[in-house]
């Protein structure tokens, strides 16, 4: 593993504590050089995970993250679930472009998770792991697809403040038939 997060303060002591839970070693790439200088060593390895600073999407310090392509990094975009589906958008438009897959969390924290397998799937990138959970490695899954339909439509059922009611249909086709006569009736104000 590399702590190449140099922006949040305890991001490489709590890699330290992942680390020693997987069983790995860790190594630290305060910035992009010596991010460099370091992966030629860790040729050899199997795999090596590389956490970055965690910027929201809007922040430009996000383009950080698209150096690594030069370097021959393979990028995986992390993506919490639990987001609204703007914000699942704008997470995806920013760090999935480039991306060779997707690793969505929160699984457990998102009780309609269909708007970020909507989103993965319009952006066509391939969904490598889910996680939900607090506990490491053994809440990392590969993706069950069956298990992830069941979860979007599912969540669909859920009981929310923002469902109409059978009593409120009238008040809403009142609301939204008092609108076009609205504009009907203005429409032709506006022309003439």
């Known amino acids: 593993m590399i702590a190449a997060d140099a922006y949040r303060i305890g991001a490489a002591a709590q890699l330290t504590v992942y680390a020693d839970l997987l069983g790995v070693s860790l190594h630290v790439a305060e910035d992009h050089d010596k991010l460099a200088q370091l992966l030629p060593k860790l040729a050899a390895s199997k795999l090596v995970l590389i956490d970055t ?8 310090r996000t383009r950080e993250g698209r150096s690594l392509d030069a370097l021959g990094v393979q990028r995986l975009a992390v993506i919490a679930a639990n987001q609204q589906s703007a914000a699942i958008e704008q997470a995806m438009t920013r ?6 897959a997707c690793l969505l969390t929160k699984l457990d924290e ?5 708007a970020a397998l909507d989103s993965l799937i319009r952006h066509r990138l ?3 792991y889910i996680s939900g959970g607090q506990r490491v490695p053994e809440d990392l899954h590969t993706p069950n697809a069956t298990y992830l339909i069941d979860r979007a439509l599912k969540g669909g059922q859920l009981a929310t403040p923002y469902a109409l009611d059978a009593e ?5 086709a009142g609301v939204e038939a008092e609108r076009a006569e609205y504009q009907r009736t203005h429409k032709g104000i506006n022309a003439g």
């Open 53 to 60: 600073a965690g910027f929201a999407p809007s922040d430009p």
């Open 95 to 100: 760090f999935g472009e480039g991306a060779v």
């Open 168 to 172: 409120d249909w009238p008040l809403f």
């Open 126 to 128: 391939p969904l490598a």
């Open 110 to 114: 998102a009780p309609q998770p269909a």
